[in-house]
């Protein structure tokens, strides 16, 4: 069963992990988010739940601003080809919906089956803004921590440079 939003702050609290969260509006896209979030302060990031022909699954987690060429991304991750994820595979492995695809969903994907990519551009912006498995909230995390959490699930991230995507 999948984890609860409360649940995920109860668990990054019992790593000593440091967030601040605040509710707004459902969001499904950058674009709405954007317009609901107000002011909040450090990176705000997309995260892209990708498999490729043989069933690999990626995480791809991307400043909100970057423009990528998933042909290109593919090849760069290893994929070779990939595309979007259904839904029905996104709540099966990462147990949320399309628009609150967030890092913090590795927590339930307890087979170590998706592959989290991480840009690495955003370990320099601090804090960092996700979804906490629910896309009515935003949660703020430093990249530190970010990083401490993907090791406590055991989805320590690759590094993306994404120049040229």
């Known amino acids: 069963m999948a984890w609860t939003p409360d649940e995920l702050l109860t668990f990054l609290d019992e790593l000593d992990i440091p967030t601040t969260t ?4 459902q969001v499904f896209t950058v674009e709405e988010a954007k317009r609901v979030r107000g002011q909040l302060e450090g990176g705000h990031c997309k ?22 060429d998933l042909r290109r991304l ?12 259904s839904p029905e595979r996104l709540d099966r492995h990462l147990g949320v919906i399309p628009g609150a695809v967030t890092p913090f969903a590795v927590v339930n994907d307890e087979d170590g089956e998706v592959t989290v990519v991480l ?9 960092l803004h996700f979804h ?11 990249p530190d921590d970010l990083l401490r959490f993907l090791e406590a699930t055991g989805h320590p991230p690759a590094l993306l440079d994404t120049t040229g995507l």
Request: no cysteine; hydrophobic share 45%.
């Open 47 to 68: 995260s892209l739940f990708l498999r490729n022909k043989k069933g690999a699954m990626w995480l791809v987690v991307l400043s909100e601003d970057t423009v990528v």
């Open 22 to 25: 605040v509710e707004h509006a």
């Open 74 to 85: 593919g090849e760069v991750i290893g994929a070779s080809r990939v595309g979007f994820a």
């Open 132 to 142: 906490p498995l629910d896309n009515g909230r935003t949660t703020a995390i430093s």
């Open 119 to 127: 840009e690495s551009g955003l370990l320099n912006t601090n804090p």
